[in-house]
């Protein structure tokens, strides 16, 4: 079993940046690790991920270019690096794991806030 939890949300003002963390108990060297995001009234969005090897996949344009995705297997943290951020990213952001060598996520932490403000 691995347990996530996530931190660094919080209320920043439009144009700024975040970099939410997300610590594993367990490994990470062998998961795919991943950040969703869901706002008020609307569906869990994939964010980003990235696998055991470095590969990295973003969910949709819109933040290519403003967020990175990157890992650091020797503290079994995941991070997201969010910058010129808008009010459409206001939502709760999740990071998420995968079994062993596996694409599909079993595991999700509790999720963090992130809310930009105009």
């Known amino acids: 079993q691995v347990q996530l939890v996530e931190s660094g949300g919080g209320l920043v003002q439009a144009g700024g940046s975040l970099r939410l963390s997300c610590a594993a108990s367990?490994?990470?060297?062998?998961?795919?690790l991943a950040w969703f995001r869901q706002a008020p009234g609307k569906d869990r969005e994939f964010v980003a991920s990235?696998?055991?090897?470095?590969?990295?996949?973003y969910g949709s344009d819109s933040v290519k270019g403003r967020f990175t995705i990157s890992r650091d297997d020797a503290k079994s943290t995941v991070y997201l690096q969010m910058n010129s951020l808008k009010p459409e990213d206001t939502a709760v952001y999740y990071c998420?794991?995968?079994?062993?060598?596996?694409?599909?996520?079993?595991?999700w932490g509790q999720g963090t806030q992130v809310t930009v403000s105009s």
């Open positions: 998420a794991a995968s079994g062993d060598y596996r694409v599909t996520f079993d595991y």
């Open positions: 367990g490994r990470t060297s062998t998961r795919r």
């Open positions: 990235i696998i055991w090897s470095g590969g990295v996949t």
